[in-house]
């Protein structure tokens, strides 16, 4: 099945512990995003990879990085989370970012 | 700026009716426009595109219009269900240096009642 994967789906973490959330694609798609989703604030791009080895930032980059080692994955890691990192986070994968892009499931991060 | 406007206010319908959804967008010149829908807690997903030379797309009962000259897409569920009820979300991707960018709007909530 075709399909875009996320871990942790729930997350409740402490300001400063370093965390990863993993996102898997099996599509071979090469363009991959992370988003995160916030009440009023809509869907707001975090990062995103061209292809293996090529990341760039979106509109909301802070606190957060990136690796793109091998094409079906993404990582999004915080290295040190704060509360204003308490959000919604989604990644999508698609063959290119003007075509339709697959969600995962999402992953609830709660940073106190 | 750049922005992409969405009817932040609910949209509420009866069952049978057509629901119609309101995307505009100012500053932009995209190539191509989506049409997602949300359910609460979980990943969007991919209803339509239409691209900037296209007028009119179909899709069972969805039907999307795209007029770059208003710079407004309209979303239309016809004989609307109960089970339409989500929050679906326009996204315009535009042609920048480094290749496209896919930015969304905010969404508005659809509520079919029987």
């Known amino acids: 099945e075709a399909q875009v994967t996320q871990n942790p789906r729930y997350l409740i973490t402490v300001t400063g512990k370093k965390l990863t959330v993993t996102c898997s694609q099996n599509m071979n798609h090469e363009y991959m995003s992370w988003y995160r989703q916030d009440p009023g604030l809509g869907l707001r791009q975090i990062y995103y990879s061209m292809n293996v080895e090529v990341t760039d930032k979106g509109d909301v980059p802070e606190g957060y990085k990136v690796s793109r080692k091998e094409k079906r994955n993404f990582p999004l890691i915080l290295e040190s989370p704060s509360p204003n990192q308490t959000s919604l986070y989604f990644c999508?994968?698609?063959?290119?970012?003007?075509?339709?892009?697959?969600f995962g499931p999402g992953t609830r991060l709660t940073v106190l | 700026s750049q922005k992409i406007e969405q009817n932040s206010e609910a949209l509420n319908i009866q069952e049978g009716k057509t629901a119609t959804l309101t995307c505009n967008y100012t500053n932009y010149s995209p190539a191509y426009l989506q049409w997602y829908r949300q359910d609460p807690g979980r990943g969007p997903v991919f209803l339509l595109l239409i691209r900037e030379n296209e007028k009119e797309k179909r899709k069972e009962r969805l039907k999307v219009t795209f007029d770059t000259t208003l710079k407004q897409s309209l979303f239309h569920i016809t004989a609307s269900q109960p089970a339409d009820s989500a929050t679906y979300l326009c996204a315009l991707a535009l042609n920048s240096n480094s290749g496209y960018a896919l930015n969304f709007g905010k969404g508005t909530s659809l509520l079919v009642t029987p």
């Open positions: 999508a994968s698609s063959l290119s970012p003007a075509t339709e892009q697959f």
